[in-house]
């Protein structure tokens, strides 16, 4: 007799009630579970997922000021420096037209000299100097703006040599070689101590005298209103000055 399990109604009824519990159950935990994965992977940024590479910093830029104002300020810089060389060649060397009763001469400063042994003719203008009283150093100056030390010095009116000595003047104080720098200092310094007898002593005076002639000297009854002159006057003063200032300090320094 075959015996076969046969399910009772309730007993059917109740299984299918389950099998669409378990179902709807499952149908949600994967549906649940799908969104959750979805949102995950929707929310993640690109640069989580993305290998990065390390770049280097480039450098920071220089900090220098707009092309426009940048050329402004070394121009200005270098368009100053023909005026900076200017003015100290002003200070250094120094030229002018001179007259001396009807001559004109030019000259122009080399720059001090500190050491007697490097002095161009120092034993001349010593020996001349103390011969006629005149202070060496004033002598000097006048040397100095006269012919620059040049013993071939010519100028367009005719002064020749170191003291700029006009012929009929060098002719009246016996020097026969104007150019010798002996004969030309001598005959210069006598002069120059004939023009500080004439006035006094007054240094301007004979120096005015020694440039623009004794007659314009009279006639204006002291320095003449000629700028030529009184830029000479100036000039040999400032020389003689420097030239004092030097010798006290070689004094001090060889004591």
Known sequence: MNSEKI??????????IVVLLVTIVTSSLLLTADGAFNRSTATIPIADITPVLALPTPPAPLDLPPEPLFKTLVGERFSALPTIVATVMEANIDSAPLQDEGRSTRSSESGAVSSTASIPFHGIIIQAAGRYEVDPHLI????????????????????????????????????????????????????????????????????????????????????????????????????????????????????
């Open 7 to 16: 399910d009772s109604p309730d007993t059917s009824y109740f299984r299918d």
């Open 140 to 255: 000097r100056a006048i040397i100095l703006a006269e012919s620059n030390y040049n013993p071939n010095a010519l100028s367009k009116k005719g002064a020749r040599g170191l003291m700029q000595l006009m012929p009929s003047t060098a002719k009246a104080l016996g020097v026969q070689n104007i150019f010798d720098p002996e004969e030309n200092i001598d005959g210069g310094v006598r002069y120059f101590r004939s023009l500080l007898d004439r006035f006094d002593g007054d240094v301007q005076l004979a120096l005015a005298a020694y440039n623009a002639g004794s007659r314009h000297v009279r006639n204006y009854d002291g320095i003449p209103p000629f700028k030529a002159t009184q830029h000479y006057i100036k000039k040999v003063l400032r020389f003689h000055k420097k030239f004092k200032t030097e010798n006290v300090v070689e004094s001090r320094r060889l004591a």
